[in-house]
């Protein structure tokens, strides 16, 4: 199947499910090459002809956004870094880290240019950065801004002339703090605000579908330790990180509300000396959406009048679930039973190879079922660190030749406040 006609019907779904009047207003107007980017950001693509139409089940959430990787380390790795040694980045992984963080602060800033292979104006940026509290070294206030930007949507009409120019974006301001409980364990907490406008009016009915906010928190522990194995002093760590815990988003007035991605991850990484100054890590992290899994028509007799009625009051019942209810609702409602739940768990998995702290090397491994979306893909990268700055870069290999995400590039490059210290106090002296 060419790819643009996969892209057409995910369209579809995508704009139903996250604004129905988006839908009525977008569906005969909209610029099917740029409308098609704008849902691929949000959505991933699957080989049609591999898996069965009744298979295909993937779990329907808003601002889906939120789940793409900031920044080029974790790309790297394969979306891998709810254990990994503390960085700047840990506020998008697992923020308890911060705690263990080896610097007082730090500051960084990620570029990715999304779908690259369709468009060249989709892109998300990510700007984080902490600072350690007090004289303990024990707590550690963070931050992060991120913006994705969907690029320039138009609208014709009928006979093809531009009505309409919008700029759909997404972004999301966050802020925690970490504290070290005991000397090899921490928790976290981040309080989010989230908003995304997709707004669009349209000229010929007069509706309007307006921007959509929500609020969420994420809770993170990780616990690190320095385990003998022969001569060598290693280090284990394991990690877990709670997100999007909030509110519903709604774009058209409160009606047809979206679960946010709320997602659980844990994570394992095991690092080790190879010999002076050379360090091999290899980690692993396992996610799933805590979202429930929207009801099917399929799934239901149809033909029968009871059998609608059933369908329709599971579809009511979604709607009206409550985002904690749809937590622990998730772990038991996909209609494929407990396989279908093995399912619904990504795998990542990764190594990161180091030498004396300045030069690094990385691989990873990414994997989701084909029936719940079907992204698989390669990272590979490398960074480059000095006292003050490091620059860290990723490249994504996909599976699937003719995937949108194959050949996607980030960049991250980092501050660190103690090298930034110790540079102008050379200088001053």
């Not at 093995?342 to 691989?363: D, T």
Request: one cysteine or more; charged letters at 20%.
């Amino acid at each position: 199947m060419q790819p643009f006609v996969a892209i057409n019907r995910r369209k579809e779904s995508y704009i139903r499910s996250n604004s129905p009047k988006i839908y009525l207003a977008m569906k005969k107007y909209l610029n099917i090459s740029l409308l098609a980017a704008l849902l691929l950001s949000a959505l991933t693509l699957r080989a049609e002809n591999d898996i069965k139409d009744n298979e295909f089940n993937p779990v329907n959430t808003g601002v889906t956004t939120l789940g793409i990787t900031p920044d080029a380390r974790g790309s790297a790795m394969g979306n891998l870094g709810a254990a990994t040694d503390p960085d700047i980045n840990a506020q998008f992984w697992n923020p308890s880290k911060y705690a263990f963080a080896y610097s007082s602060g730090g500051l960084g800033i990620s570029y990715t240019p999304w779908l690259r292979k369709l468009v060249n104006d989709i892109f998300l940026a990510d700007l984080s950065g902490y600072m350690k509290l007090g004289s303990g070294d024990n707590q550690a206030l963070s931050a992060s801004f991120r913006y994705f930007s969907l690029g320039e949507v138009t609208s014709n009409d009928d006979v093809g002339n531009v009505i309409q120019t919008i700029n759909p974006y997404e972004l999301a301001f966050d802020v925690g703090y970490s504290r070290k409980l005991s000397e090899k364990f921490s928790m976290g907490v981040v309080l989010r605000y989230i908003l995304s406008d997709l707004s669009y009016n349209d000229a010929y009915s007069g509706e309007q579908t307006t921007a959509a906010s929500a609020f969420a928190a994420d809770i993170s522990g990780y616990y690190v330790t320095y385990p003998m194995v022969g001569r060598n002093e290693c280090q284990f760590a394991w990690g877990f990180n709670i997100s999007n815990i909030g509110s519903k988003v709604s774009y058209n007035h409160g009606t047809n509300n979206a679960f946010l991605p709320t997602n659980l991850r844990l994570g394992a990484n095991f690092m080790f000396p190879l010999a002076d100054y050379n360090t091999l890590a290899f980690g692993l992290d396992l996610n799933k959406l805590l979202v429930p899994t929207k009801p099917r028509a399929k799934d239901y007799d149809m033909d029968s009048m009871e059998g609608q009625e059933e369908f329709e009051k599971a579809l009511d019942d979604w709607e009206n679930m409550s985002p904690i209810t749809g937590i622990f609702k998730s772990f038991s409602d996909a209609p494929g039973g407990f396989k279908e739940e093995l399912q619904e768990i990504n795998l990542s998995i990764g190594a990161e190879y180091a030498y004396n702290q300045q030069f690094f090397a990385r691989l990873g491994y990414y994997y989701e079922n084909a029936n719940k979306g079907g992204r698989s893909y390669f990272g590979l990268g490398a960074g480059f660190s000095l006292n003050v700055v490091r620059l860290d870069a990723s490249y994504m290999i996909a599976t699937a030749q003719s995937s949108p995400l194959d050949q996607t590039l980030r960049f991250t490059l980092s501050f660190d406040m103690d090298g930034l210290r110790d540079l102008l106090g050379k200088r001053r002296k």
